[in-house]
């Protein structure tokens, strides 16, 4: 046999030619099976904060019906309980105590795509299946105390000591104020530690903001990376804009700043442009792939920003690139709806802006930011 079952007339050879590209890869380097669970070695560091939580995991365990047809159904499949999550010190392993694990099973691993690692780098693969012969005694994971998640709108030890600061407490909106007023408008409110924009229904089933207005920070910013999570009604749009220059010759964020499309892909009207879609440069580029989760599920928002050279991740997924400033970034400008707008991407720093689309609900969490030198 060539190995080309039920592919006849193809090569009978796969790739042609592998080559090392000197890229690092954060994935799950080995999954080993202990006497009370299963530990995870990543080839990286995970990024402080994540994989403290239980749920984030999903294992379960089962075992195959030989058959004389070509593979056999999965039998007694059950989700396994996750008594604890263990992470090493140095964030490179998890060990995750379980229960009712039993020999001759498969064990299903699946962690959630949107982890990255301390590196900054997405992870590659998320799954994995292990075969449970026999259940190794004498050799118990680490139990380190359980990892409990921490708490929206906080920072860890290690993230104040990389320079990591809020910019929204859950508490108050000190350091915001609403487009070209002293405070941040009456539509903007907390809401279970979560910054959300408030709106009306209208006799049409429409939502529509009142007093609310495009939200501003009140120091500028130039070269950093901004991290926050976001969720959004149903058909809403919203947006982040940066680099806004807040003067009295201007009406409106956008007429100076670039915006990360805040988006419900799903049936808003604007969804239908390929660039007007969740995670991209408004109008400008796209997304590589949609990451985007549903309406009324939370986001998570990186935006980096270094010397014109910048990327968008959305869930853990690096999903635009593009550098300011540049010849190329000027030709975008005049090929998209801002080519009539003289100063728009043309400054270097600026205000950072959460918009009000006047046409949804939208919730903030966990804005913090990082400044570079």
Same mark, same amino acid.
């Given at each position: 046999s060539t190995g080309n079952w039920q592919h006849s007339g193809r090569n009978w050879y796969g790739l042609q030619r592998l080559k090392y590209n000197g890229q690092p890869t954060f994935e799950m380097l080995a999954v080993r099976a202990k006497s009370n669970g299963v530990e995870i070695e990543f080839t990286e560091p995970l990024e402080e904060g994540i994989g403290r939580a239980p749920e984030a995991y999903t294992v379960q365990q089962w075992w195959y019906l030989?058959?004389? /047809?070509?593979?056999? #159904?999965?039998? !007694?499949?059950e989700n396994l309980r996750i008594s604890s999550v263990n992470i090493s010190e140095n964030r490179r392993r998890v060990f995750l105590e379980l229960e009712g694990m039993k020999p001759d099973h498969v064990i299903y691993l699946r962690l959630p795509n949107d982890w990255v690692s301390a590196e900054g780098h997405e992870l590659w693969s998320t799954e994995a299946w292990y075969?449970?012969?026999?259940?190794? /005694?004498?050799?118990?994971?680490? @139990?380190?105390?359980? %990892? %409990? +998640? @921490?708490p929206a709108n906080t920072l860890t030890a290690a993230e104040k000591a990389a320079g990591w600061k809020l910019l929204? !407490?859950?508490k108050s909106l000190d350091g915001w104020h609403s487009w070209k007023k002293d405070k941040a408008g009456s539509g903007w409110? @907390?809401?279970?530690?979560?910054?959300?924009?408030?709106?009306?229904?209208? +006799? !049409?089933?429409s939502l529509r903001t009142e007093d609310g207005g495009d939200l501003l920070t009140d120091q500028e910013y130039e070269n950093y990376e901004l991290r926050l999570e976001w969720k959004i009604s149903a058909c809403g749009n919203s947006g982040i804009i940066f680099n806004v220059v807040?003067?009295?010759k201007y009406d409106y964020p956008w007429q100076t700043g670039p915006e990360h499309q805040l988006i419900d892909n799903t049936c808003h009207p604007d969804a239908r442009f390929e660039t007007? =879609?969740?995670g991209?440069?408004? !109008?400008?580029? #796209?997304?590589?792939?949609?990451t985007v989760k549903p309406a009324g599920e939370w986001n998570k928002v990186r935006i980096i920003i270094r010397n014109g050279k910048s990327q968008f991740w959305l869930n853990g997924r690096r999903v635009v690139d593009?550098?300011?400033?540049? #010849?190329?970034?000027? =030709?975008? @400008?005049?090929? %998209?709806?801002f080519k009539d707008m003289p100063d728009f991407g043309k400054a270097r720093k600026g205000r950072i802006c959460l918009q009000d689309h006047r046409d949804a609900m939208v919730w903030f969490r966990n804005i913090k930011i990082r400044e570079f030198e």
């Open positions: 030989p058959t004389h /047809e070509y593979g056999g #159904p999965k039998k !007694d499949l075969t449970l012969n026999q259940i190794p /005694e004498g050799q118990p994971g680490l @139990i380190a105390g359980a %990892s %409990s +998640p @921490i929204f !407490d859950g409110v @907390i809401e279970g530690g979560a910054l959300k924009l408030n709106a009306i229904r209208q +006799p !049409d089933g807040e003067a009295d007007h =879609r969740a991209c440069l408004y !109008d400008l580029v #796209p997304v590589k792939y949609e593009f550098e300011m400033f540049t #010849p190329e970034w000027e =030709r975008m @400008i005049r090929n %998209s709806k």
